[in-house]
């Protein structure tokens, strides 16, 4: 095998157990700016992380480039990084599940289709954002990335798994002014069957964001009955689930500690880690441990059901791994690969109906400055409308949104029917909170 | 990492459809870390960057890749797949390579390559000690790490020129999670210098750094939330500068500006802030975090002077953006790594000092916010909207400093909030971030005196000012 001299190498200068982990990606980015092709991209390129153990502690290192030279260079990296650590954690080399619930994330057709074609779209889609009202002064860019991803993990268990990713997406971003008032919007199609797309149905929706911005003002400072859209109550469960990371648990800075069995949120919530969702061109079979992933929930009707592990914290607790091992830089972290909000039955529009008065958020800024995930304190600048007599009415400009997120998860009172994919795999719907503080004038 | 020979031929097959400028960036790099968790050492870590990147540009359209690949056949493959995008005539041939020459204000002393992790590690605890040694019961986890680079790059362009430009640069970073009964708080520092180890112990002292961290998250378990409306904000020298980073350092990037995307564009000589505020991007200063001796062009460093007295008069510019305005580069142009396509960025952004002291403004504030410590922000460089997080602040009352807040995270528009800025103080300082953008995560300097914003939108938690 290609990396038969890293294994080699490694075990002659006393690494236990070692471990490879491949991934290769190639990518084309084409945006166009004022009618012509401003940018075109192509990414070639690799990484090779590798680990071991040394001593009984785990050591790694990475490099984009694979040949005996490195090969040389991981090994000896591993054992010097791996001489200094000093915490206690169990090093594990995982030796396989004994079944893999393969889910195919690959499309051969999406290859197929000519790059000339995937530049028309893209023409069509900056004519049309340009022609459907007036007030469009500009196309900020309109822009087609495909990404072809192959992760293979290998070890000194025998264990090869690979999975093979592939996925386009279009997107396009316009900026609307009326009397001097500006406002952006931005929207971003995903997938990995061309076929879907629909140049006409995106342009509107980018357009129309746009445009229901334009008149707005602050609205008066007080809590208000809200509607958050499926990317805010992605970016707030994101946040909160990190607390169901085994890892923050056995470090004591989790919100969920002690808190299996308990209600962590309101019963209308089910939320799952789905990395075997069918039709999520994010899915992912193994983790970067090398372990099976499987579908679950986390929050089950506002019940927390349990931690998510890695092999290291699993074995901690004295429990197996729930397969979300999760590489960051030179660690593995834990954390869930594709989060899913069960959606319920009523439309978003019926969802504002509900609510009757209040506001409508549809996207939050700074979520690294304005949100406190570890104590789930949060104060952000937001973009939203007003909902007057169970309708959109105009715009809101320049407020903030603030809370706790404990508080936003327990007070969520519906969850809509409109889940749709975001990107990086993530599965939300709108939903109802019965007050939320809005900072406006 | 390649001869000249094989890079002429590599730009010269690039050319050959019609492209008017060809760019090798070539790239040699490593970065190592350890970090320190709850007193014992948890990781450490190498992560090597070894590749290229090609950069055609065609008037105003560019074509970038790059590969790992970095044999001949593998870079003329590159090349080859890039000039499909053109379909010209050669109007360009490179016959040689003249050495760009630039000041070298940011020398390697010693390097990293010859620091042990046993050395970082004593290092990190003379903070870390400090802070295990206090045993509060309150801290419930506490996480230091220094990272350090050695970068190498070797570029060659069809301007026929190539240079070779090493750097190095480190950060020492701690982080400290306090717990009591009503929940966490979090407290952060990361120092980061240009020049060597050394700096980490004789220009600072780590210590009181890190007791400082502690500090911040103990006093915010205590704080009550920050109240909410619009209100007079003084915003506390160095790390304060992030707000004018975000919300008017992004919209002066050439990158924005000059494809008319900015609530700046086309303002140049315009009176766009009050007369108190001069404002600079500076790249030459010795050993600074955001400093580069010479830009991804090729263009040396330069101090760039953005606001004079209100008035805009300059932007950062890299060759390939300047083209909309008939204009060359002002030694701007950046990124992270070979595997970005360069653009116009910031280095050490600045307000420079004014008049006032820090006493005279908290003094002529009735009631008010003063924020000294900030989580980072972001902005919308077209609307000018733009957001940022304070993780340490009071209020002002009648000209003195009270209770401490948490929780403020002040928004607003960029070109509204610089003409409502109306006292600078005179004791400027920076600090070390990480900015991202299109083109990467690069080193930049924040700075600034302190300042006061006669009326800004503070969001937060805590009801009305009273």
Redesign the interface.
């Known amino acids: 095998m290609k990396y038969d001299k890293f294994f080699a190498i490694a075990k002659e200068k006393g690494i236990e157990e070692s471990e490879l982990r491949v991934s290769t990606s190639y990518a084309l980015n084409i945006s166009l700016?004022h009618g012509?092709?401003?940018?075109?991209?192509?990414?070639?390129?690799?990484s090779y992380t590798a680990r071991g153990i040394f001593n009984g502690k785990f050591?790694?290192?990475?490099?984009?480039?694979y040949n005996s030279k490195?090969a040389e260079?991981l090994v000896d990296?591993i054992v010097?990084?791996?001489?200094?650590?000093?915490?206690?954690d169990p090093a594990i080399i995982f030796k396989g599940s004994e079944k893999y619930h393969k889910i195919n994330t690959f499309s051969k057709t999406l290859g197929e289709i000519s790059i000339d074609k995937k530049i028309e779209t893209l023409f069509a889609l900056e004519k049309r954002l340009k022609e459907i009202d007036s007030r469009i002064v500009?196309v900020?860019g309109v822009d087609y990335s495909e990404d072809v991803t192959s992760i293979s993990i290998f070890n000194s268990h025998g264990l090869k798994l690979t999975q093979k990713l592939n996925y386009y997406y279009l997107s396009g971003a316009v900026?609307a002014k009326e009397n001097e008032q500006?406002?952006?919007a931005y929207e971003i199609k995903i997938g990995n069957d061309f076929s879907e797309v629909n140049v006409d149905e995106l342009a509107h929706t980018i357009v129309n964001k746009a445009l229901a911005q334009l008149g707005g003002e602050?609205c008066k400072?007080k809590k208000y009955k809200a509607v958050l859209a499926p990317e805010v109550m992605a970016a707030f469960a994101s946040v909160y689930v990190d607390h169901a990371s085994a890892e923050s648990v056995q470090?004591?800075?989790s919100?969920f500690i002690g808190k299996v069995g308990q209600s962590v949120a309101s019963k209308k919530v089910t939320i799952e880690d789905k990395p075997l969702q069918k039709g999520n061109v994010f899915s992912r079979w193994f983790d970067d441990e090398g372990v099976a992933t499987y579908n679950k929930a986390i929050i089950k009707k506002g019940v927390l059901q349990g931690y998510l592990y890695s092999l290291t914290t699993a074995a901690k607790d004295g429990v197996t791994s729930t397969g979300n091992g999760a590489r960051h830089?030179?660690?593995i972290g834990v954390e869930p690969f594709a989060l899913y909000l069960k959606p319920g039955k009523k439309s978003q529009e019926e969802l504002f109906k509900k609510v009757k008065d209040g506001v409508y958020i549809t996207e939050v800024?700074?979520l690294?400055?304005?949100m406190?995930g570890?104590?789930?304190?949060?104060?952000?600048?937001s973009t939203g409308f007003l909902i007057k007599d169970g309708k959109l009415d105009k715009g809101l400009d320049?407020i903030?949104?603030?809370?706790?997120l404990v508080d936003v998860m327990n007070d969520i009172v519906e969850v809509g029917a409109d889940s749709k994919i975001l990107l990086g795999g993530n599965t939300f719907s709108s939903v109802i909170v019965k007050k939320l503080?809005v900072?406006g004038? | 990492m390649i001869s000249k020979k094989v890079a002429l031929e590599v730009l010269n097959e690039a050319l050959s459809t019609g492209a008017d400028y060809a760019e090798i960036f070539l790239e040699d790099s490593i970065a190592r870390?350890?970090s320190i968790?709850?007193g014992?050492?948890?990781?450490?870590?190498?992560?090597?960057?070894?590749?290229c990147g090609l950069r055609l540009l065609k008037e105003?359209?560019?074509?970038?890749?790059?590969?790992?690949?970095?044999t001949r056949n593998g870079l003329l493959k590159?090349a080859a797949?890039?000039k499909k995008?053109f379909d010209g005539e050669r109007i360009l041939t490179v016959t040689k390579f003249d050495l760009v020459k630039a000041k070298n204000r940011n020398p390697i002393i010693r390097s990293y390559n010859d620091v042990s992790?046993?050395e970082i590690?004593s290092l990190l605890r003379i903070g870390d000690d400090a802070i295990q040694e206090l045993k509060d019961p309150r801290i419930?986890?506490t996480i230091s790490s220094f990272s350090y680079h050695h970068r190498d790059v070797t570029v060659y362009n069809s301007k026929e020129r190539w240079f070779r430009r090493q750097t190095e640069f480190g950060r020492a970073a701690y982080m400290v999670?306090a717990?009591n009964e009503k929940?966490?708080?979090?407290g952060f520092s990361g120092p980061g210098t240009q020049t060597d180890i050394s700096y980490f112990t004789k220009k600072l002292n780590l210590k009181d750094i890190a007791l400082d961290t502690v500090r911040v998250a103990l006093q915010n378990l205590e704080a009550k939330?920050?109240p909410?409306?619009?209100m007079p904000v003084i915003i506390g020298n160095g790390w304060g500068g992030v707000l004018f980073h975000e919300s008017c350092g992004h919209p002066l990037e050439a990158s924005s500006s000059f494809?008319?995307?900015s609530?700046f564009s086309d303002k140049n000589g315009e009176m766009i802030a009050n007369p108190v505020v001069s404002a600079v991007d500076d790249s030459t200063i010795p050993g600074e975090w955001g400093s580069i001796d010479i830009d991804d062009e090729g263009n040396p460093g330069q101090k760039r002077q953005l606001i004079k007295d209100g008035v805009l008069v300059g932007n950062m510019i890299d060759d390939f953006n300047g083209r909309r305005k008939n204009m060359e580069g002002n030694g701007a142009s950046r990124r992270q790594n070979y595997?970005f396509?360069p653009t116009s960025r910031m280095s050490n952004t600045y307000i420079e000092n004014g008049k006032s002291t820090k006493e005279e403004i908290i003094k002529a504030t009735k009631l008010g916010l003063y924020t000294v410590g900030?989580?980072?922000?972001?902005v919308?460089p077209?609307?000018?909207?733009?957001?940022?997080?304070c993780s340490e602040a009071y209020i002002v009352r009648d000209g003195k400093i009270c209770e401490p807040v948490?929780?403020?995270?002040l928004?607003?528009?960029g070109f509204e909030i610089l003409k409502d800025i109306d006292m600078v103080a005179n004791d400027l300082a920076f600090g070390q971030g990480m900015c991202g953008a299109a083109s990467g995560s690069i080193r930049t300097n924040v700075g600034q005196p302190t300042l006061r914003i006669s009326k800004v939108?503070?969001?937060?938690?805590g009801g009305?000012l009273k």
């Open positions: 700016f012509e092709i401003s940018q075109y991209t192509v990414e070639d390129g690799s050591g790694s290192a990475s490099s984009d480039v490195k260079f990296e010097n990084n791996a001489k200094v650590i000093q915490n206690e500009e900020e900026v500006v406002k952006t602050p400072s470090k004591q800075s919100l830089g030179s660690k800024q700074g690294h400055a304005g406190n570890q104590s789930g304190n949060f104060s952000l600048q320049v903030t949104i603030s809370g706790n503080a900072g004038k | 870390g350890v968790e709850n014992k050492v948890d990781t450490s870590s190498s992560v090597t960057a070894t590749g105003n359209r560019t074509v970038y890749g790059y590969t790992t690949d970095l590159l797949t890039l995008s992790r046993e590690i419930v986890r999670v717990a929940g966490f708080e979090t939330e920050c909410s409306g619009v494809l008319g995307l609530c595997k396509c900030f989580n980072g922000g972001s919308n077209a609307t000018g909207e733009f957001n940022f997080g948490k929780g403020a995270t928004i607003g528009k939108f503070v969001g937060g938690r009305e």
